[in-house]
């Protein structure tokens, strides 16, 4: 039996065709990769301006629309790995909800804001106590449209988060309703909270689902206020900075006894925190803003 033999020649153009192959099979699933990065990228932001919640099965849809192949863990690495080099963004999976928060230290958002109120120009309006815009800070009074209910939801958030701080992280739904109630909004829960269109009951229930509060209750317990208790979410740990958060209750409480005892009640929210006495800031100076 004859064995056939190949020339040098012919062995050599068959290996560069070989590579030639090889490298159009590399390139052409970068390319598409980049666009499926870019697709999922554009769904996260368009839902995080919205406010939307963003689930593992928004990207698994991206990604059979686009006939990719690949596990969801990779596809989000690769997100996030973008998010974090291009938009100082990145965000986390919590079981099949995808949370997505600020990647930029202090610092770095100094510089940020800073660059946008020098492109910014400014408008001086007129002190209104009745004006949309009467709480913004100066600097950021712009000619811009104004999202009303957004900025309740913001300010609502802020205050349950606060009085959760202050109630050493562990509150009932029925003391955090009395709560709210001396801040005019009514423990009545069938009067919706005005703007809003919704009792204090499902706004609780919204900001738990966007996790900056966790509720909780003991198996087999019934649905009643009294069973139900609320504490900080994880992403109301990441986000907020615990000193700036002290130093905003600092502002308000001037006592030396309440000041001890929110630094007590902060130990509890936040195990590492240490306060520095040293760092003197105004309400105007943080940053306290809740992102949506």
């Given at each position: 039996m004859k064995m056939l033999?190949?020339?040098?020649?012919?062995?050599?153009?068959?290996?560069?065709s070989d590579l030639v192959n090889k490298r159009s099979a590399t390139e052409l699933p970068e390319i598409h990769e980049q666009e499926i990065v870019a697709d999922i990228i554009r769904m996260i932001l368009g839902k995080v301006s919205r406010n939307l919640r963003i689930?593992?099965?928004?990207?698994?849809?991206?990604?059979?629309?686009?006939?990719?192949?690949?596990?969801?863990?990779?596809?989000?690495?690769?997100?996030?790995k973008e998010l974090?080099?291009?938009?100082?963004?990145?965000?986390?999976?919590?079981g099949s909800d995808i949370t997505v928060f600020s990647n930029l230290k202090a610092h770095s958002r100094e510089i940020f804001y800073s660059l946008c109120e020098a492109n910014s120009p400014l408008?001086?309006?007129?002190?209104?106590?009745?004006?949309?815009?009467?709480?913004?800070?100066?600097?950021?009074?712009?000619?811009?449209?104004?999202?009303?209910?957004?900025?309740v939801m913001g300010g609502i958030?802020?205050?349950?988060?606060?009085?959760?701080?202050?109630s050493e992280n562990r509150i009932n739904e029925n003391d955090l309703v009395n709560s709210l109630s001396a801040f005019g909004i009514s423990s009545n829960l069938s009067i919706p909270v005005p703007l809003l269109n919704k009792p204090i009951q499902n706004i609780l229930?919204?900001?738990a689902k966007r996790d900056y509060i966790k509720k909780t209750s003991p198996a087999g317990a019934d649905q009643s206020g009294s069973y139900i208790e609320y504490s900080l979410g994880e992403r109301c740990k990441?986000?907020?900075?615990?000193?700036?958060?002290y130093n905003f209750f600092l502002q308000i409480y001037k006592e030396k006894d309440l000041q001890d005892k929110i630094c007590e009640s902060m130990k509890r929210c936040f195990p590492e925190f240490e306060p520095n006495l040293n760092e003197e800031a105004t309400l105007n100076d943080m940053d306290l803003h809740i992102p949506t």
């Open positions: 033999k190949r020339t040098i020649s012919a062995v050599e153009a068959s290996c560069s689930r593992n099965e928004h990207i698994h849809s991206i990604l059979q629309t686009l006939y990719s192949k690949g596990n969801l863990k990779y596809w989000i690495s690769a997100v996030k974090e080099f291009t938009y100082g963004l990145s965000l986390e999976q919590c408008v001086d309006y007129q002190a209104n106590l009745l004006s949309s815009i009467f709480l913004i800070h100066k600097s950021k009074k712009d000619l811009m449209s104004i999202n009303t209910s957004d900025k958030t802020m205050l349950i988060i606060s009085i959760i701080v202050l229930g919204d900001i990441r986000e907020f900075d615990s000193q700036c958060i």
